[in-house]
């Protein structure tokens, strides 16, 4: 009886274990800014990228992760892969300072999912059009399985978009054409306003036919004939996106942060 | 033994057709067009049997669109006497009113100077059609006309001599006829749709024809030339029902216009009216098409009765830095024609205080948006 009490407790220990969702499996250590546990990379790829990481999140005050895995949906943070993502961004405490400020770009091989968190001061980096940028650095690369060329591009794009950042001069959305074209509306739909008021003031014009002059019961219809001659066929080729099947990213939000995801 | 054959033209482009052995029908190597023999077949017999019907129709009533206009009806000459005359030095306007009413002023140009003549050997008016408005109408149908111009300079309204406001009886040609004829258009039909990758667009080209006719009564040509056309047209139309055999019971109290534009060089501003009518109503029935466009039109006007009528008109004339403006009222309905004179300023601090603010909502919902 003791015995099978003591496998029961046994089986119920390892079984609590394997339920727990806890940073011991996701294997982040302090010092730690590439975290490859899906084996996308050579130790000198990765210890390449981690010292890259590990300088300019000093240097910016600003942590920038990386993280591969098989599967998110393993860590039981639920089905959503950008939602795994901050929640995994928080529970393991990343991010410097008392505001947690960062940004990590989390890869899932299992049905080639991306996801990119940006949370506190490194949204003053990455607005959602700087996201949109960073994202379009590194995802061709990963389309085409080049692993250590995106997230080379991944940290490389993130330095001077910080850079900037901390110029005074964050990365963000011309909006001077767009602004143009919003005026040029507004001067046209005036034009028209103004045209519409010009117009009252001339109202003497030539009559177009006598048509209040007709008598009869008006047009005596003799002769109608409707002849088909020919049809003509002009097709057009839809071109596909340059994902090759995959579909971009969108913007998120969520914990705390902004970012996007995806599928590469 | 030889026979006869027949070479058949393309409807749509006039090319040869030829018989197709692959396809079974007659096709256009121009155009790309195919026709099942019969279609082409009843085609061409119908149309020959228009022609015949035409060619018959012609037989019948020889030049119908030359044919003058029938004036058999219009009256014949004033008696000697019976009318005054008024010429203006300014403007050349020959004005005729009863022995008991006098011209103080041109009501074309505002001349106050009107000098009296002699009037004699005039065709007297079949119709008229009385005035219904009396002055003071007249003068809030054209108050009313200025009412809610915001471009109008207020210095207008100020100097405006509103009373000076006349009625004139403005003569007219009023003709009736007949137009017939045929048209072809050449229309077409989209359908757009997708296969897998694909985008397909299938355009049907049809060869559309129409032939009818249209009758018109009293269509009006102003017969002065001192009244310009597109003003008595603006203020069209009159309510014939409202006309009567002309008496000059109707005339004291108002001028007349003389009539200075004889019918036959009328008839030209009524034969395309008529032909510009039956062209629309023609062009209304080809329906069911995203596209017409006409390929041919051949309009025939049968020419009737021409009536020589005095219709009412309100008229006053502005002079107002120096530009002369003229303003003619329907003395029936009251529908008022005029260009108004327009303050620039005002034109350009509307078009600013739009533009500011609504530039400025713009700048802002693109940064919102941004």
């Known amino acids: ?264 | 033994m030889a026979t006869q054959t027949t070479n058949y033209q393309c409807p749509a482009c006039t090319g040869p057709l030829k018989f197709s052995a692959k396809s079974g029908k007659l096709e256009c190597e121009y155009c790309d067009s195919s026709f099942e023999v019969k279609d082409i077949e009843q085609y061409y017999a119908e149309k020959e049997a228009r022609a015949a019907a035409e060619a018959a129709e012609e037989a019948k009533n020889p030049g119908a669109d030359t044919a003058n206009w029938d004036d058999s009806d219009i009256q014949g000459q004033w008696e000697e006497g019976q009318m005054r005359s008024f010429s203006c030095p300014s403007c050349g306007a020959e004005l005729i009113c009863d022995a008991n009413t006098a011209a103080s002023a041109c009501p074309y140009c505002g001349n106050p100077t009107v000098i009296p003549g002699r009037f004699s050997g005039q065709l007297k008016p079949d119709y008229v059609i009385p005035f219904r408005l009396e002055k003071n109408d007249a003068i809030a149908a054209l108050k009313k006309h200025y009412k809610g111009k915001v471009f109008l300079p207020g210095t207008f309204l100020a100097e405006n001599t509103i009373e000076k406001i006349q009625g004139v009886y403005v003569p007219f040609w009023l003709y009736d006829g007949e137009a017939h004829g045929n048209m072809a258009f050449h229309t077409h039909r989209t359908r757009l749709y997708r296969q897998g990758d694909k985008e397909i667009t299938e355009t049907s080209h049809f060869l559309v024809e129409r032939s009818g006719s249209v009758s018109f009564e009293k269509i009006p040509v102003d017969a002065s030339t001192k009244m310009p056309d597109e003003y008595m047209e603006s203020i069209e139309p009159f309510d014939y029902g409202a006309m009567k055999a002309f008496s000059t019971a109707y005339l004291p109290g108002f001028l007349a216009d003389k009539y200075d534009l004889e019918q036959e060089d009328g008839n030209r501003r009524a034969d395309q009216r008529c032909k510009e009518t039956l062209e629309q109503l023609l062009r209304e029935t080809v329906v069911g098409y995203d596209a017409c466009v006409t390929h041919s039109s051949n309009i025939r006007l049968r020419r009737g009765k021409v009536h020589y009528a005095l219709l009412p008109v309100w008229m006053l004339s502005v002079r107002w830095n120096n530009e002369s403006y003229l303003f003619a009222i329907n003395g029936q309905t009251g529908k008022t024609a005029g260009n108004l004179p327009i303050s620039y300023g005002k034109v350009a601090a509307m078009f600013a205080g739009l533009s500011l603010p609504f530039s400025l909502l713009a700048y802002l919902l693109s940064q919102v948006l941004g």
């Open chain 1, 1 to 264: 009886m003791k015995q099978n009490f003591k496998l029961l407790s046994l089986v119920l220990a390892f079984l609590l274990l394997l339920a727990t969702p806890v940073s011991a499996s996701q294997g982040w250590e302090p010092g730690i800014y590439v975290n490859d546990q899906a084996g996308l990379l050579t130790s000198d790829e990765c210890s390449a990228l981690n010292s890259y990481a590990q300088a300019l999140s000093e240097q910016y005050d600003c942590g920038i992760y990386i993280m591969t895995v098989w599967d998110f949906t393993t860590f039981g943070y639920g089905s959503d892969v950008f939602e795994a993502t901050w929640k995994l961004y928080h529970s393991n405490l990343l991010g410097y300072g008392s505001g947690n400020d960062g940004l990590i770009l989390l890869l899932s091989m299992a049905e080639r999912n991306y996801a990119l968190f940006v949370y506190g001061q490194a949204e003053y980096a990455f607005d959602s059009y700087g996201q949109i940028l960073l994202e379009d650095a590194f995802l061709d690369n990963f389309r085409n399985n080049d692993w250590y060329g995106g997230f080379s591009d991944y940290l490389s794009t993130g330095e001077s978009m910080l850079s900037m950042a901390d110029r005074g001069e964050p990365v963000r959305k011309d909006t001077g054409p767009q602004t143009g074209v919003f005026i040029l509306i507004a001067v046209l739909l005036s034009a028209l306003i103004t045209g519409i008021f010009w117009a009252q003031m001339r109202n003497v014009r030539r009559k177009s036919g006598a048509r209040a002059y007709v008598t009869g019961g008006g047009l005596n219809l003799t002769h109608r004939t409707d002849l088909f001659l020919r049809k003509t066929r002009t097709v057009r080729h839809i071109p596909k996106s340059s994902s090759s099947g995959s579909g971009g990213g969108g913007g998120r939000s969520g914990g705390g942060g902004s970012g996007r995801s995806g599928k590469f």
